[in-house]
């Protein structure tokens, strides 16, 4: 589009920082709103929202003109929030890349009635009207799930990554007029949730800083070298504030915006950066015309409160807790038909499955069984051969993911033992249990490349790619299509 000024102090582009990754973009009389998670948990109950959304934002989410929802995880795809939105307006125009993991997989079973959801292709303009446009891209490195989206508003250009790691294989705009993307880290249980071995206290506290610390070299760099006018950190503003998640809320150590900000001011001191807070305004069109005028942002209102400190838990754990005792797994009999029919053997493995509490303590009536993968039997002790050996504690938020067919990614902060990577195709085994993937299936699109373990990759990495791949065979079996990534959308402005 040709670019024409922006009225400073006009309101023609006005940017609202709700929480977390969900913004609020006001461009021209047209209102779009990014990734509303705005109440309730994310990932099962692992984390809660961090700052306190303005008190309008009911109001503000009900009467945005469209919504773009970048990926599938929780944090960005909201049922609690989109269940608000359906009860009041389910025919606001919602816009989500055309990924091959599809955004709304899950729709049906949520039960949020929602009506007007658009699925749009990969680097193609998307006219909202004469001088509003988007256009949605995939990530380099998780084509399968992540986008980014840019919109462009007379000419001036509004760039928000999100969580994608090289959006659009690292090939985007220069100097966008405002940047926004993740920059907290911290998102995945590992290694919090990991004992024995190397896995103490100070191993874990020296890999969180070092992994911290790269994230945030990256970030900078990568605002460097894009040359925006204005960057925005958020999309990493969560809490572990369960109480049973406390000791991976003091462990979790993440970066602060004020932290990359001050290393982009140092690295680039020509662009400006914006530490967004709840309610708090950005004024593009005030910005590009007087950079030097601090004036382009408006604080939150005085005495509102800005963090959270209470999120009626009990108002969305209740179904969480029912899982609690379901049958399913309380029958020996039951247990050994799942691993005769799934059919996984003459592995050199034995594990021992446990039902914890929170607290990965065994429950007294709990179930506890050996299954030995290598003639697929159910001893009731180890064999004396030498063998690999897990223990697995199944906590009730890993059997509540189970029995409602989540991702695994909902339950990253209950995982016990990090082994169980190495051994990956025992992994996809055990989420099959109730998720309908026939390990048969699996292996053979493994042989074709459709899944590979990177040896080099780290552990989390590689329990990230099978939790991705899980899902993704599960689709693609369902229909018998594979599709080849291309990440490399020409930006044509």
């Not at 006001?26 to 099962?44: Q, V």
């Not at 944090?75 to 989500?96: A, C, G, N």
């Not at 005495?303 to 005792?325: P, Q």
Request: hydrophobic residues 40%; charged residues 20%.
């Amino acid at each position: 589009m040709q670019k024409t000024w922006l009225d400073g102090g006009s309101l023609l582009v006005v940017v609202t920082y709700l929480t977390h990754a969900c913004m609020e973009l006001r461009l021209g009389n047209r209102k779009c709103l990014l990734d509303p998670w705005l109440t309730g948990p994310a990932f099962a109950r692992g984390w809660w929202l961090l700052h306190e959304p303005p008190a309008d934002w009911k109001q503000r989410l009900c009467s945005a003109d469209l919504i773009y929802i970048s990926h599938m995880h929780s944090d960005h795809l909201s049922y609690p929030t989109l269940k608000i939105l359906s009860e009041k307006r389910p025919d606001i125009p919602i816009y989500v890349g055309d990924t091959s993991r599809p955004v709304f997989w899950n729709l049906e079973q949520s039960k949020v009635q929602l009506t007007n959801i658009n699925v749009v292709p990969f680097g193609v303009w998307q006219n909202v009207d004469e001088q509003l446009r988007f256009m949605i891209l995939m990530d380099g490195i998780h084509p399968e799930m992540d986008t980014c989206i840019i919109f462009d508003y007379k000419g001036h250009l509004i760039l928000n990554t999100v969580d994608c790691t090289r959006p659009n294989g690292g090939k985007l705009p220069l100097k966008v007029d405002l940047m926004m993307s993740d920059f907290a880290g911290g998102a995945s249980g590992f290694p919090m949730t990991f004992y024995g071995g190397k896995y103490t206290d100070a191993w874990k506290a020296s890999f969180i800083k070092n992994e911290r610390k790269k994230l945030l070299n990256y970030k900078a760099q990568m605002v460097k070298s894009l040359q925006p006018k204005i960057y925005c950190p958020f999309a990493g503003y969560f809490v572990e504030a369960h109480p049973s998640d406390k000791y991976i809320k003091d462990t979790n150590i993440k970066n602060k915006a004020e932290d990359l900000n001050a290393l982009i001011n140092k690295l680039a001191p020509n662009i400006l950066t914006w530490t967004p807070l709840p309610g708090a305004v950005l004024d593009l069109g005030l910005a590009l015309r007087d950079p030097r005028d601090r004036n382009w942002i408006t604080a939150p209102p005085a005495g509102v409160k800005l963090y959270k400190d209470s999120w009626e838990m009990d108002l969305y754990l209740k179904e969480l807790n029912r899982a609690i005792g379901h049958e399913v797994f309380k029958h020996r009999s039951w247990i050994q038909f799942y691993y005769s029919w799934a059919g996984f053997r003459d592995y050199n493995l034995v594990v021992r499955v446990i039902e914890t509490d929170d607290r990965f303590e065994a429950l007294a009536d709990g179930f506890d069984y050996l299954v030995d993968f290598l003639d697929l039997s159910f001893p009731a002790a180890r064999p004396e051969r030498e063998h690999a050996y897990l223990e697995v504690g199944l906590t009730k938020t890993l059997i509540f993911v189970f029995l409602q067919d989540q991702l695994w990614t909902s339950m990253y902060q209950q995982y016990v033992c990090e082994d169980l990577c190495s051994h990956w195709q025992l992994y996809i085994i055990v989420k099959s249990l109730l998720n309908h993937v026939f390990l048969t299936e699996t292996v053979t699109l493994q042989k074709i490349g459709v899944f590979s373990r990177n040896p080099a990759s780290s552990a989390a990495d590689n329990l990230d790619q099978v939790c991705l791949v899980n899902r993704e065979l599960q689709w693609q079996v369902g229909r018998k299509t594979f599709r080849p990534f291309s990440c490399n959308c020409s930006l044509d402005m």
